[in-house]
């Protein structure tokens, strides 16, 4: 197998493509996101309990700096509205952490599912790479059919009914969205992977929220169109878990 050395690229771009797209829905001023998108891989790529504590202290620290600087000269973004919206600077904290997170491991999963499909499908591989359309249905159809996230936790507020099971305030609703992708209601054949499908009525429930959805999307168009185009012949081989490559930096 031969991998040329910018397709790494390709695979590190579309990583901090996803990271940088977070900070602008955030409202982090431009010049200031490609910091936030480092600070982000080289937490996520620390190698110990130790390192990943001093680099979440950086990472705190910087997100804070944007935050407090929000609560005394609020701006028309995300990252201003929550602040505003009576939450304490820790709570915040939490948010923007979470958007930052989430946005990247969703994004990573999701691409992951794809490299996947796209490896064992040649015939699929050919057409999301010549039909921009198919790539959208094939990313749709993917984030249904195998969900980056398989469930999560809420909380009830207040007494309710649901489906027909009694709530009370305090209890605990687990959503498992591989369940609600394949309900017999909307898909007959929910445990089919078909990516001619198209979007369906009401949308399927891939990801947990809108905004996920809006960046997991951007990222896994990006990682789709890379994987199809820049690595038209590649395949899976089970079993093994590193196999010794080469690369060349022609063409």
């Known amino acids: 197998m031969t991998i040329r050395r910018r397709e790494r690229h390709y695979l590190n771009l579309m990583v901090s493509r996803t990271w940088l797209g977070?900070?602008?829905l955030l409202?982090?001023?431009?010049?200031?996101?490609g910091l936030l998108a480092d600070q982000a891989k080289r937490l996520v790529s620390a190698e110990s309990q130790q390192e990943a504590e001093a680099r979440g202290r950086e990472y705190a620290k910087l997100?804070?700096?944007?935050?407090?600087?929000?609560?005394?000269?609020?701006?028309?973004?995300?990252l201003s509205d929550v602040i505003h919206a009576g939450f304490g600077e820790r709570q915040v904290l939490r948010f923007a952490s979470l958007m930052v997170a989430a946005g990247q491991l969703t994004t990573?999963?999701?691409?992951?599912?794809?490299?996947?499909?796209?490896?064992?499908?040649?015939?699929?591989?050919?057409?999301?790479?010549?039909r921009p359309k198919a790539?959208?249905?094939?990313?749709?159809?993917?984030?249904?059919?195998?969900?980056?996230?398989?469930?999560?936790?809420?909380?009830?507020a207040q007494s309710t009914t649901l489906g027909g099971?009694?709530?009370?305030?305090?209890?605990r609703v687990l959503r498992a969205w591989g369940s609600a992708n394949r309900d017999e209601r909307h898909f007959n054949d929910g445990g089919v992977f078909r990516p001619e499908r198209g979007r369906t009525n009401p949308?399927?429930?891939?990801?947990?929220?809108?905004?996920?959805?809006?960046?997991?999307?951007?990222?896994?168009?990006?990682a789709g169109h890379a994987a199809s185009s820049r690595c038209p012949a590649c395949g899976v081989i089970r079993g093994v878990r590193e196999v010794p490559v080469e690369w060349s930096t022609t063409g």
């Open 22 to 24: 977070v900070a602008a």
């Open 27 to 33: 409202g982090i001023p431009e010049d200031g996101r």
């Open 63 to 78: 997100l804070l700096g944007h935050i407090r600087e929000r609560a005394g000269m609020p701006r028309d973004d995300m």
């Open 108 to 130: 990573t999963d999701a691409a992951a599912t794809m490299a996947l499909l796209l490896a064992e499908n040649p015939d699929l591989r050919d057409r999301v790479r010549d």
């Open 135 to 156: 790539l959208d249905e094939f990313i749709e159809e993917a984030v249904r059919h195998e969900p980056a996230v398989a469930a999560t936790g809420r909380a009830v």
């Open 165 to 171: 099971v009694p709530l009370d305030a305090g209890d």
């Open 203 to 222: 949308a399927h429930l891939g990801c947990p929220t809108r905004v996920a959805c809006h960046v997991a999307g951007t990222g896994c168009g990006i």
